[in-house]
């Protein structure tokens, strides 16, 4: 079982700054077991959508909302994902959720959701 532990989150103003982080733990997970780690986010009335992911290999891919202004990054040994919001804008509002695929055996794992709030 995974387990995964979100912080980060809060309220700012536009055109400032967060740093988001997930740290997965579990009694039989190894590092080498977490594969994609990613971030999606949820507004009200709206359906949760990708920001990004990173595999394990560090390739990476980004919402065309969010490239440019966002980064995500992974630290293996910890396993640990990060996201880097710059510039962040109102329409960046939502909870935002970790998620963590491990393989062998596969799982996808969820986060509890971390609140980003963007004042204009």
């Known amino acids: 079982q995974v387990q995964l532990v979100e912080s980060g989150g809060g309220l700012v103003q536009a055109g400032a700054s967060l740093r988001l982080s997930c740290a997965a733990s579990?009694?039989?997970?190894?590092?080498?077991?977490?594969?994609?780690m990613g971030w999606y986010r949820q507004a009200p009335g709206s359906q949760r959508e990708l920001v990004a992911i990173?595999?394990?290999?560090?390739?990476?891919n980004y919402a065309v909302s969010v490239k440019g202004r966002f980064t995500i990054s992974r630290d293996n040994a910890k396993n640990t994902v990060y996201l880097q919001m710059n510039s962040l804008k109102p329409e960046d509002t939502a909870v935002y959720y970790c998620?963590?695929?491990?393989?062998?055996?596969?799982?996808?794992?969820w986060g509890q959701g971390t609140q980003v709030t963007v004042s204009s």
């Open positions: 998620n963590v695929k491990t393989w062998p055996p596969y799982s996808d794992n």
């Open positions: 579990g009694s039989t997970l190894s590092s080498s077991r977490v594969n994609t």
């Open positions: 990173i595999e394990r290999g560090g390739s990476t």
